[in-house]
């Protein structure tokens, strides 16, 4: 019987040769599958034999080959699911989904709400293990949290002027019913889009009801600017008029006290000398009140002979 296989091929493959490669390939997986890599925004969560057994941050890690399993969780990204619409082609085409978007006023009418949820995953186990479908949990949550804040307002507030309070108490609801449920989610941001009534005659008178509110908001925004400019100013003007009226008082009490002082100092000189400090007085009484006349006249009234006669052309 002739051998065909080249004496070279013969001679490489030998069993022992075939045992080392089959046992470098087998290293080569069991390495592969036990290193793995946790980036930075990421959490891996591991499992052994469908058990949770640690929770694994950022870097490189070890598991048991072919028994642990690792979930590599995103816990930074922010995730957003949209309701009443989809964008497609990049955003540039906006498609409407009215079976999302109707929803039930308290007072009995239709309205049409499209708005934006934002979360992030803060617990990865729970987010891993706690419930099977996680996105539809949080579109369904979402979604009754919206229709009951609706719900619960009249048209005109829903359109107008509860925009701030639907989506702060939406945002609270949600958050609530998710750790009720375990879901390991965090809301970021609730954000209302369009809300309007559904197409028809009525679209126009809704418009108008919406532009005169935007327009009360206005005013409304526009008087209290102007209040927070005035009521400084104001403010700082009566300061200003306090402290005047302080110094005056100040300026008052010490012009008071100097007169006080004064009197009291002539009362003193009076009680030592009363005639003579009586002609001072008079004297200084004359003074004063003679200090600033011009061609000033003195007449003594004993004078009874004659009449005195006065230079009334003036001094030549």
Do not use: C
């Not at 239709?110 to 729970?126: G, H, K, N, S, T």
């Not at 935007?214 to 104001?234: F, K, V, Y």
């Not at 402290?243 to 003193?268: E, I, K, M, P």
């Amino acid at each position: 019987m002739e051998h065909f296989t080249p004496a070279k091929v013969s001679k490489h493959l030998t069993p022992k040769n075939l045992a080392m490669i089959a046992a470098g390939i087998v290293a080569i997986i069991l390495l592969a599958d036990s290193v793995f890599i946790v980036r930075e925004a990421e959490q891996a969560v591991i499992t052994r034999f469908g058990r949770y057994v640690d929770t694994r941050r950022p870097g490189l890690q070890f598991k048991i080959p072919f028994i642990e399993r690792s979930h590599i969780v995103n816990t930074l990204e922010v995730r957003e699911e949209v309701f009443g619409f989809r964008t497609a082609r990049g955003g540039a085409v906006r498609v409407r989904h009215a079976e999302e978007a109707t929803m039930l006023t308290g007072d009995l009418n239709i309205v049409e709400v499209e708005w934006v949820v934002q979360y992030r995953v803060a617990d990865a186990f729970a987010w891993t293990f706690n419930v099977m479908d996680q996105v539809q949990t949080i579109r369904d949550v979402s979604r009754s949290a919206i229709n009951q804040m609706v719900g619960d307002r009249a048209i005109m507030d829903v359109m107008v002027g509860e925009r701030a309070a639907i989506t702060a108490g939406a945002e609270a609801l949600m958050t609530q019913l998710f750790d009720m449920y375990g879901l390991g989610v965090e809301v970021t941001s609730v954000e209302l889009q369009t809300i309007q009534p559904p197409s028809g005659r009525v679209m126009s008178a809704f418009e108008d009801v919406i532009v005169a509110g935007q327009d009360m908001h206005g005013h409304i925004s526009e008087g209290r600017r102007i209040r927070n400019e005035q009521i400084p100013l104001a403010t700082g003007e009566a300061a200003r008029m306090v402290q005047a009226a302080q110094g005056y008082a100040v300026d008052r009490v010490n012009r008071a006290r100097g007169g006080a002082a004064r009197f009291n100092a002539v009362l003193d000189e009076y009680l030592l000398a009363p005639a003579v400090t009586r002609r001072r007085l008079y004297y200084e009484m004359m003074e004063y009140i003679f200090s600033n006349m011009e061609g000033t006249v003195l007449v003594d009234h004993n004078l009874r002979n004659f009449l005195p006669m006065l230079n009334l052309g003036g001094q030549q």
